[in-house]
Nanobody
Framework: VQLQASGGGLVQAGGSPRLACSASDRTLNNYAIGWFRQSPGKEREFVTAIWRGDGSTNYAESVKGRFAISRDAANNMVSLQMNNLKPEDTAVYYC?????????????????WGRGTLVTVSS
């Protein structure tokens, strides 16, 4: 499965961009989907994830209340709505897929990864 994250770009602080994750074979509904990000000079970190079943979600504390993950089953896509962005949210954002119930923060729980999309937040 080839995943593709899109929607990144240059955003002003306080902005609200929306990222999208899609799969080349339109099978995203079969997976739990997570979003991770990697800021310059830092390790990749967990942002949020959504389960394939009841749509339950999990968020990192740093984005809780500002970011929202959702699934568009009809279009086989998962979106990440980011609100009130801060300069420290600048990162390459990746979507990843898990075939299990796993929606946690460990990268080892996800087996497919997209190339990522860069979000740059200007102050």
């Amino acid at each position: 499965v080839q995943l593709q994250a899109s929607g990144g770009g240059l955003v002003q602080a306080g902005g609200s961009p929306r990222l999208a994750c899609s799969a080349s074979d339109r099978t995203l509904n079969n997976y739990a989907i997570g979003w991770f990000r990697q800021s310059p000079g830092k390790e990749r970190e967990f942002v949020t994830a959504i389960w394939r079943g009841d749509g339950s979600t999990n968020y990192a504390e740093s984005v809780k209340g500002r970011f929202a993950i959702s699934r568009d089953a009809a279009n086989n896509m998962v979106s990440l709505q980011m609100n009130n962005l801060k300069p420290e949210d600048t990162a390459v954002y990746y979507c990843a897929a898990s075939k299990t119930f796993y929606t946690g923060p460990s990268e080892t729980g996800y087996i497919y990864w997209g190339r990522g999309t860069l979000v740059t937040v200007s102050s």
